[in-house]
């Protein structure tokens, strides 16, 4: 069974900054799109970033020149830096692994930042 390890998450001033990191155990890593996610209580899950095998990138609007998506085909590995953390990024964050009809998500890690 595939699983999507989240860490990294955390509480954090107004302005300051965290990195997330997402660990999977699948063999198709390389050539799977990953993604951020974010979801609070009540409201429904969106995509924050995404980066497909080749590397191309995107962001939702409200994260463009904050948050920067990357990762690394020889651990498995994918991570979001985040910057200028600002509350209204308060919430449950999930990695995804996504290539054709298959779907992974991670359990989620929780950002709060006070402000």
């Known amino acids: 069974q595939v699983q999507l390890v989240e860490s990294g998450g955390g509480l954090v001033q107004a302005g300051g900054s965290l990195r997330l990191s997402c660990a999977t155990s699948?063999?198709?890593?390389?050539?799977?799109?990953m993604g951020w996610y974010r979801q609070a209580p009540g409201k429904q899950r969106e995509l924050v970033a995404a980066?497909?095998?080749?590397?191309?990138?995107n962001y939702v609007d409200s994260v463009k020149g904050r948050f920067t998506i990357s990762r690394d085909n020889a651990k498995n590995t994918v991570y979001l830096q985040m910057n200028s953390l600002k509350p209204e990024d308060t919430d449950v964050y999930y990695c995804?692994?996504?290539?054709?009809?298959?779907?992974?998500w991670g359990q989620g890690t929780q950002v709060t930042v006070s402000s």
């Open positions: 980066i497909t095998s080749g590397g191309s990138t």
């Open positions: 699948s063999s198709i890593f390389s050539i799977s799109t």
């Open positions: 995804n692994e996504k290539w054709g009809f298959i779907n992974y």
